[in-house]
């Protein structure tokens, strides 16, 4: 389990120079073929005996520990925001610009942020932002924020999975498995596909 103080180096040097409510903010979704993408930004306490250990990019842990660890960090959190967008934008505005707008709505939103901390995505946010590649391997805040969207996404893919049954949502959360694409090209589309990544892909059907 990698300890909290292990992940801290962005954070403390930012809060040397005087950021005060320093966040982290990350993406899930870009590459699925079906759902939204998801962003979360949190801001976490950083006393030291607030810190939760095992915090870390939510694709090296496990779902059970991913979920308990969301828990851990909505509870703890001084402020948070999740924010999606539709199939239906990505198609329009295209998924770069997607992401960069959910995260700018994300960040922007938390009434007392700072600096914004990101994995590598400067999104034009309102507080000075300060993008970090593979920053949800190095930062607290935004390994926090990795965690919260992967858990609120999965979620929301097993919610769409009773809905549209037949895609294996509730396994391949919208990425292009065999049996996603199988599925395409036998039942068609849903409302939530990405028609714009399913075309690149030359995968047929319709809804």
Do not use: W
Not at 61 to 89: G, M, N, T, W
Not at 144 to 159: H, Q
Not at 169 to 185: L, P, Q, T, V, W
């Amino acid at each position: 389990m990698k300890k909290a103080t292990e992940m801290l180096e962005y954070e403390r040097e930012y809060a040397a120079k005087g950021y005060a409510a320093i966040c982290g903010s990350d993406e899930v979704g870009r590459g699925p073929l079906a759902g939204p993408v998801v962003v979360a930004a949190v801001i976490m306490p950083l006393d030291e005996d607030k810190l939760i250990d095992g915090i870390d990019d939510s694709k090296k842990l496990s779902p059970k520990r991913r979920e308990a660890l969301c828990d851990q960090i909505l509870a703890a959190a001084r402020e948070y925001a999740i924010v999606e967008v539709s199939p239906q934008e990505i198609d329009d505005i295209n998924i770069l610009n997607a992401t960069k707008k959910a995260m700018r709505e994300a960040i922007n939103s938390l009434e007392c942020a700072d600096l914004a901390l990101t994995d590598a995505l400067d999104p034009g946010c309102a507080p000075p932002c300060v993008p970090i590649i593979k920053g949800d391997a190095k930062s607290y805040n935004i390994a926090a924020a990795s965690i919260v969207a992967k858990v609120y996404r999965d979620r929301l893919m097993e919610k769409y999975a009773l809905e549209y049954p037949g895609y294996g949502f509730e396994r391949n959360k919208g990425y292009g498995s065999r049996e996603h694409i199988d599925a395409i090209a036998k039942m068609g589309l849903t409302p939530i596909h990405r028609r714009s990544f399913v075309t690149r892909m030359k995968v047929g059907g319709d809804e």
